[in-house]
C-alpha cells in the first residue's frame, strides 16, 4: 500500500497472490496493489522470501506490492526482520489475534523496532477475533507501537463469514473515522464477494482487498483475470496512476 496518496484517493484494489504464475492475471485484470500471501498457511500466511522476490520482481515496480507476515509471535521479532530483510519486503503486514491486550502492543513495538526503518509495518485486526471495532483509544495505540500508516481488518476464519456480515456498515463507517483520527488509513478485507465489495465500496476506504472472490477453486485455487477485472470495475476506476508504492515515510 501506498504512504504518498492523493488527497482524496480513489478506493485501490488489492488482490493477494500466492504465486508467480497470478501476477500477470492480477496486473491485466487492474487490481492497483499486488499482495503476497501463502494462503495455505492461514489468513496472513507467510511466504518464502524467495517467492516474495521472485514475485516481486515479476511485478517489476508496475504497482506497490505488501507482503503478508504472518501472525504477531510467530517468529520473534529479529527473525521476522530477517525474514522481511532476505524476502526484500518493504510493507509488511502482521497479523494481530489479540489486538485489545498490552502485550499485543509491546509485541508489536518490538517488530517495529527489528525492522529496517523503511519497512512500513501496518497492523492486522481480524474482526471476527473482536467482539467489536476497536475504539479509537486502541487504534491510537497501535497507531504508535507500529508507527503505522496503514490499518488492515481481515477475516482469520476463512470459512467463516465476511467482514460485511460480521460488523455493520455503521460500525465500519465508524471504524473508518475512528481510523483517520489516529492518523491511519484503512484497508478492508476478509471474505468480501461482490455484494460485500459493492456496499463497502460506498464507504470509501482506502482499499479493498480481496483473494478467494477472483479466484476459480477458492483461495488456494488460481487467480482469475476476468474476476479481477470484474472486482476492479466494481471497486475503482481502474488502476491507480503511479504512486511511490511502499517505502515507509
Ligand atoms: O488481503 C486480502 C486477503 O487476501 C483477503 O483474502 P480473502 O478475500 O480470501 O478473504
Redesign the pocket.
Known amino acids: 500500500m501506498p504512504t504518498e496518496l492523493p488527497t482524496t484517493p480513489p478506493t485501490m484494489l ?3 497472490v500466492q504465486e508467480l504464475a497470478e501476477v500477470d492475471a492480477c496486473l491485466a485484470g487492474g487490481a492497483d496493489l499486488v ?1 503476497i ?1 501463502d ?1 495455505s498457511r492461514g ?2 500466511g507467510r511466504p518464502a522470501a524467495e517467492q516474495v522476490r521472485a514475485i516481486t520482481d515479476r511485478v517489476g515496480g508496475a504497482r506497490p506490492v ?1 507482503v ?1 507476515a504472518g501472525d504477531l509471535g510467530e517468529l520473534p521479532a529479529a527473525g521476522l526482520a530477517a525474514w522481511a530483510d532476505d524476502a526484500g519486503a518493504r510493507f509488511v ?1 502482521l497479523g494481530l489475534p489479540t489486538a485489545g491486550e498490552q502485550s499485543t502492543l509491546a509485541g508489536l513495538s518490538a517488530v517495529r523496532a527489528a525492522l529496517d526503518q523503511k519497512t512500513a509495518l501496518a497492523p492486522v485486526l481480524y474482526a471476527d477475533l473482536l467482539p467489536e471495532p476497536p475504539p479509537l483509544s486502541l487504534l491510537q495505540s497501535l497507531r504508535q507501537a507500529a508507527d503505522a500508516s496503514w490499518l ?1 481488518v ?2 482469520a476464519d ?1 470459512s467463516g463469514r ?2 460485511n456480515a460480521i460488523w455493520s456498515r455503521q460500525q465500519i463507517t465508524q471504524l473508518l473515522s475512528d481510523a483517520a483520527d489516529a492518523g491511519m488509513r484503512v ?1 478492508l ?4 464477494g461482490l455484494a460485500g465489495l459493492a456496499s463497502l465500496r460506498r464507504l470509501a476506504p482506502a482499499v479493498l ?7 476459480v477453486g477458492g ?1 488456494t485455487g488460481k487467480i482469475d483475470a476476468a474476476l479481477v477485472s470484474t472486482v476492479a470495475a466494481l471497486v475503482c476506476a481502474g488502476p491507480a496512476a503511479a504512486r511511490v508504492p511502499s517505502e515507509k515515510t
Open positions: 488489492l488482490i493477494s499482495d500471501k494462503p489468513p496472513l505488501t503478508a503486514k488492515v481481515d477475516t476463512k465476511p467482514l484497508a478485507a476478509g471474505r468480501l482487498g480481496v483473494r478467494g472472490a477472483v479466484c483461495r
